[in-house]
């Protein structure tokens, strides 16, 4: 099952072009990515709304259901610079 793979639309800090890539809503809320346009790093933070979580359960045939928590996110998710502190 890969149901929190999920196509998402970025919005590029630097260019401000938006693209689609495909990240897992379920891991980690702070990922790095690059844009396929100008190459900038982009830092894609989506932990910062705990409104927006919903928790999942998923498991193998044999093994116990597991929770997850998979962000629900914006229809464009803007990015930011990493280098910048936080
Ligand atoms: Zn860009």
Redesign the pocket.
């Known amino acids: 099952m890969q149901e929190s793979m999920k196509r998402q639309k970025i919005e590029?800090?630097?260019?401000?072009?938006i693209f689609s890539l495909l990240i897992d809503t379920a891991g980690e809320p702070t990922l790095t990515k690059a844009?396929p346009?100008?190459?900038?790093p982009l830092k894609l933070d989506f932990g910062g709304q705990p409104q927006n979580i919903v928790t999942v359960m998923r498991g193998a045939a044999r093994s116990q259901p597991q929770e997850i928590t998979v962000y629900q996110l914006p229809e464009i998710l803007e990015s930011s610079d990493p280098s910048l502190p936080q």
């Open positions: 590029c800090w630097q260019c401000k072009r844009c346009y100008c190459n900038a």
